[in-house]
């Protein structure tokens, strides 16, 4: 399902924004987009987006707007040692190096005292905000899966329609098979005898029989309104009924010895792939 969630939270050491987008997809596809003082996070995150949701391609992006902080006035003499024994080294390395700008110094983090950004409370503030974004997002996708099941049920009622109409019709059918096949046998000067006649009649009804296909059409039309009434993820459930729908439809199609048969049987499959795609959207 597609949703969009934005959260904000403000303190002494800055602004940190949270951005959740959804969109429609067959699995869980997390993408990640941490600041550096998240990155370290980036496994929780990923193991909370599974637990919160069970497919679409997921974005969740933090931003990090760090607030002016006051500094000492003074060096931090322990990095200022760490900093000349790093570029020493450096030196040792690789050579000759551009000499460095005392205020490339002053700039390096945690040389001036009270420079440094408070990772803890950073990171608590992120998990705070990320249950808050999922809490939206889960709001999201929730009301549009209420608005997606008239939908869905107004397809699932064409269908059974369409199954009662066969069913009526198949009376009819196995008549005009029959008259067909007394015509035909006419034409070419025969006489069979009744039983002849009834076993030929027999074969050509058992080989266009559709009363499986009916019946499992039916019974699929109920699993997909059970499903719908679970409140867990359905998604991946629905996908396979979508599929043995569309079995059943086929199967109808093959057997058709009626034009008006292959008729319903295409508006049946027109009708199970609008549910596909709307299926799409449920989780």
């Not at 904000?8 to 997809?25: D, F, I, K, P, Y």
């Not at 030929?200 to 058992?206: D, N, P, S, T, V």
């Not at 296909?213 to 998604?235: C, F, K, N, S």
């Amino acid at each position: 399902m597609t949703a969009f969630a934005r959260r904000r939270s403000q303190a002494a050491w800055g602004t940190l924004t949270c951005e959740c987008r959804t969109v429609n997809h067959r699995y869980l596809d997390p993408s990640l987009r941490l600041p550096e003082p998240l990155r370290h996070r980036e496994m929780a995150y990923r193991e909370r987006l599974g637990r919160r949701l069970s497919r679409g391609r997921v974005e969740l992006q933090f931003r990090l707007e760090e607030a002016e902080r006051a500094s000492g006035e003074e060096p931090d003499p322990v990095a200022l040692r760490r900093l000349r024994q790093a570029m020493v080294r450096v030196e040792q390395e690789i050579g000759d190096t551009a000499p460095v700008s005392p205020l490339d110094v002053l700039r390096w983090p945690g040389v001036l005292a009270g420079g440094e950004l408070p990772e803890e409370a950073v990171v608590a503030a992120a998990d705070e905000l990320l249950e808050l974004t999922l809490d939206d997002v889960d709001e999201q996708r929730r009301r549009e899966g209420e608005r997606l099941v008239p939908l869905l049920e107004e397809r699932l009622g064409a269908i059974e329609a369409y199954v009662a109409e066969l069913r009526r019709s198949m009376p009819e059918w196995r008549e005009q098979q029959r008259q067909r096949l007394v015509e035909r046998l006419a034409e070419l000067g025969a006489e069979p005898a009744d039983e002849r006649l009834a076993q030929e009649l027999a074969i050509l009804a058992q080989k266009a029989d559709v009363s499986e296909e009916l019946d499992r059409l039916d019974a699929h039309v109920a699993e997909v309104r059970a499903a719908l009434e679970q409140t867990g993820p359905v998604g991946r459930r629905l996908d396979f009924l979508m599929q043995e729908l569309n079995r059943e439809a086929n199967t109808l199609s093959s057997k058709s010895t009626a034009a008006e048969l292959t008729r319903v049987a295409v508006e049946i499959k027109v009708l199970i792939e609008q549910t596909r795609e709307q299926v799409q959207n449920v989780e």
